[in-house]
């Protein structure tokens, strides 16, 4: 499983909640094979600090499609990009579309769609991408 937290600062607090809360009632919504699995989320309150802070907890998955066309270290300008068969890139563009189809056809924008937000999970000798 992995844990993503929200972290706000003062300027932000108001405007992150509602993106948070947006996300979250997004990932309860939608269950799909080609979207990241929601497990559930939460907010702690640590001593001292009069904000909670929130957390979604969701499926572990190998990486992000970024990482595997340009190399893990993202704020490298010299990366090389990955050559990869054709077959494994019909794939990925296959099932980002279904992923974006199912999304869509729920009333929802990603707004946020970019390699990075595009992981992938290694099954034997495929692998099969999912977006959050």
Known sequence: MAIKVFRMTPETANQKTVWEDNEVEFMMRLRHERLVTFHG?????????NRPTKFMVTELMSG??????????????????????WGRKLQWAHDITVAMRVIHRHGYLHRDLK??????????????????
């Open 64 to 85: 992000s499609i970024d990482e595997v066309l340009w190399g893990k270290d993202a704020d490298n300008r010299k990366r090389k990009e990955a050559k990869l068969p």
């Open 41 to 49: 989320a939460g907010e702690i309150t640590e001593e001292g600090n």
């Open 115 to 132: 390699s990075p937000n595009i992981f992938y999970k290694m099954r034997s000798a495929s692998s099969n991408v999912k977006n959050l």
